[in-house]
């Protein structure tokens, strides 16, 4: 079965060597970045010049682009080249609307869809062990589970099309309300003396424990804001939950702040920096 894979950025670029590390039939690859393609055709892979010309070449057809506007733009260009028996499967983080939109036209061209969106970062990228929310039908997720264990430990179907994407826009919210909390907390901590070794520890002894706390806590001390998963990324996210929050007729106070802070991040031209440096933001720096 060969495999292509379109979007080679932060994350995709991970995702796609695992899968050539691991697959053990052709993994076609294409990127608009031609560095990015030369450096996975180094380790196997067969570049290609268009989206256009990966679909072509493949049974599975996967994408990681950074915004809704992009993926159309991918599914537009393939779609008719798209035939039965192929499955595209969608990693990218986008609307949920939009994705559904794309399922449809896929399924009408004859081939399968299926939304599986990531979580955690760069490093679990690198690693493989990525969590995935994965919207499609029943069939489809058993057929591509195994594809997405290349690159991922957890993987649950969440529902039909759109439901990973879902899943996917709540998951990233919490984590924009947590964030927001662990900077303003720790912010009042350290202005009446306590620094962030004893206020990270201080935390995991109650109920306010947390993974981004205990996966940031040494980056926010050392103020080293290499990038994992980028402000833009993670603005991007909190708007397409405010979004959907309105499609539903749902106010979510918490999420509308936690998207000011952000707003003002991108403000500071701080959008390329790790999404750990809004503290920044909650600092008044």
């Known amino acids: 079965m060969k495999i292509g894979f379109v979007g080679l950025g932060i994350m995709g670029e991970s995702m796609c060597e695992n899968i050539i590390k691991k697959h053990d039939d052709k993994v076609y690859v294409f990127d608009y970045v031609k560095e990015k393609v030369d450096k996975l055709a180094a ?15 493949v049974s ?4 990681m682009v950074p915004k809704s506007e992009h993926s159309k733009a991918v599914y537009d260009e393939i779609l008719p080249v798209l035939k039965k028996g192929q499955t595209c499967i969608d990693m990218s983080t986008i609307d949920p609307s939009v994705s559904v939109e794309i399922s449809k036209m896929v399924k009408e061209a004859g081939a399968e869809f299926a939304d599986a969106p990531v979580v955690k970062s760069k490093p679990a990228a690198i690693a493989g062990k990525l969590g995935i929310y994965v919207g499609g039908s029943q069939e489809v997720y058993e057929s591509i589970r195994p594809i997405l ?43 009446n003396g306590i ?3 004893d206020y990270a520890e201080a935390i995991s ?24 998963f980028s402000i833009e990324n993670e603005h991007k ?4 939950c405010l979004n959907l ?19 003002k991040a991108l403000e500071m031209g701080l959008g390329k920096e790790d999404f750990s440096a809004t503290i920044k933001v909650v600092r008044g720096e």
Not at 206 to 214: I, S
Not at 222 to 228: H, I, L, N, Q, R
Request: charge should be negative; include cysteine.
């Open 43 to 57: 380790l196997g892979a067969v570049p290609c010049s268009s989206s256009k010309e990966v679909a072509e070449n």
């Open 60 to 63: 599975v057809f996967i994408t």
């Open 149 to 191: 264990l290349y690159m991922g430990e957890n993987v649950i179907r969440m529902g039909d099309n759109g439901k990973g994407l879902v899943m996917k826009i709540c998951h990233n919210a919490l984590v924009s309300q947590i964030q927001n909390g662990v900077n303003e907390t720790m912010t009042l901590a350290k202005k």
């Open 195 to 197: 620094d962030i070794p």
């Open 205 to 228: 002894y109650g109920g306010a424990g947390n993974w981004y706390l205990d996966s940031k806590k040494e980056v926010l001390e050392k103020e080293d804001y290499t990038t994992a």
């Open 237 to 240: 996210d909190v708007h397409i």
């Open 245 to 263: 929050a309105k499609e539903c007729g749902f106010n979510m106070p918490g999420e509308e702040n936690a998207a000011r802070v952000y707003d």
